[in-house]
Nanobody, 118 residues
Framework: QVQLVESGGGPVQAGGSLRLSCAVS????????MVWYLQAPGKQRELVAR???????NYADSVKGRFTISRDNVKKTLYLQMNRLKPEDTGVYYCNAIILTDTWRDYWGQGTQVTVSS
């Protein structure tokens, strides 16, 4: 059974920083792309940053230059370093991964709340 567990969210003032983590647990699996999504209040879930299985990254325009996605393949953990946070970065951040067990499929974490106050 593969599980994704996010952590690191919380309240922060505008201009501050947070680092989110997403730990993948389970047995006998391989991870391809890992992605952070944001669901802001009243909005649809949107991609924030992607880290591919071959090390490429891409970001939403709104976070370029402020957020950095990284992954530790030994620890099977995805990170999102968020700097110069803005109130519009507020919402629930979800970790998503494409994982191979007996077949490739999407897995989601439970989400972690980030609240940026002005």
């Amino acid at each position: 059974q593969v599980q994704l567990v996010e952590s690191g969210g919380g309240p922060v003032q505008a201009g501050g920083s947070l680092r989110l983590s997403c730990a993948v647990s389970g047995t006998r699996f391989s991870i391809n792309d890992m992605v952070w999504y944001l669901q802001a209040p009243g909005k649809q879930r949107e991609l924030v940053a992607r880290g591919t299985g071959i090390g490429a990254t891409n970001y939403a325009d709104s976070v370029k230059g402020r957020f950095t996605i990284s992954r530790d393949n030994v620890k099977k953990t995805l990170y999102l370093q968020m700097n110069r946070l803005k109130p519009e970065d507020t919402g629930v951040y979800y970790c998503n991964a494409i994982i191979l067990t007996d077949t490739w499929r999407d897995y989601w974490g439970q989400g972690t709340q980030v609240t940026v106050s002005s």
